[in-house]
């Protein structure tokens, strides 16, 4: 799985007091038949993460997995009909798809790990 190998060789190189974000889904929860490999691998993701925040934790390096509510991406848009992309966007927090550039890195959440 490419996201835990990039991970791994990316370990040595990382410097004390980073963090290493894993982008999740709900898909890793609950699962659609029309993309369960895209599922089972993030449901793989969480406890990739769970188990590498422990280890990591002694070298200050936390790990942590973040599941955004539906972000725009061409996976998530092939699922739908055009006509229901807005219907589905109402039923986000903020009444919208999130955007990838969306996600980042916080430094005020560096109690956070796991």
Request: charge should be positive; glycine fraction near 4%; include cysteine.
């Amino acid at each position: 799985m490419l996201p835990i190998q990039t991970v791994r060789y990316a370990i040595p190189h990382i410097p004390k007091g980073e963090t290493i974000i894993n982008v999740g889904s709900v898909q890793a929860y609950d699962p659609s038949a029309e993309i369960l490999d895209y599922a089972i691998t993030k449901a793989a993701i969480v406890s990739f993460t769970k188990d590498l925040a422990r280890k990591l934790l002694e070298k200050d390096i936390r790990v942590n997995y973040v599941k955004p509510e539906p972000v725009w991406t061409p996976l998530v848009m092939s699922l739908f009909p055009k006509n229901e992309n807005a219907t589905f966007a109402k039923g986000c927090s903020i009444k919208r798809l999130a955007q990838p550039r969306e996600l980042v890195s916080a430094a005020d959440s560096s109690y956070i790990s796991g």
